[in-house]
């Protein structure tokens, strides 16, 4: 059993700068492959970012690659999401989620685990 807690979010500008995190409970952390989806007001929950077990392998979503960044601390158990020059668009529900495996990283139904969500809000 495996419980994550968001936090980090928050209103920003367009072109500023937030790191969420997550924090799992439990000793297993490093068993766990994680991600981080969002959902916006209205549209389907989507991929953003998601790190190997280990963390040398990361995978991130078209719409935010080059600005936002994926990483985690396996002695720490936590997992964050460096996001850079934030857009309007971006404006979401962010989620983490845990995984066992690590054979569909960009597929939501294959999470295990999941946190509460924080909100992130971005004004134009």
């Known amino acids: 059993q495996v419980q994550l807690v968001e936090s980090g979010g928050g209103l920003v500008q367009a072109g500023g700068s937030l790191r969420l995190s997550c924090a799992a409970s439990?000793?297993?952390?490093?068993?766990?492959?994680m991600a981080w989806f969002r959902q916006a007001p209205g549209k389907e929950r989507e991929f953003v970012a998601a790190?190997?077990?280990?963390?040398?392998?990361?995978l991130s979503a078209d719409s935010v690659k080059g600005r936002f960044t994926i990483s985690r601390d396996n002695a720490k158990n936590t997992v964050s999401l460096q996001m850079n020059s934030l857009k309007p668009e971006d404006t979401a529900v962010y989620y983490c989620?845990?995984?066992?495996?690590?054979?569909?990283?960009?597929?939501?139904?294959?999470?295990?685990?999941w946190g509460q969500g924080t909100q992130v809000t971005v004004s134009s």
């Open positions: 989620a845990a995984d066992l495996q690590w054979g569909a990283p960009y597929n939501q139904h294959v999470y295990d685990y």
């Open positions: 439990g000793r297993t952390f490093s068993s766990y492959a």
């Open positions: 790190i190997s077990r280990s963390g040398v392998t990361t």
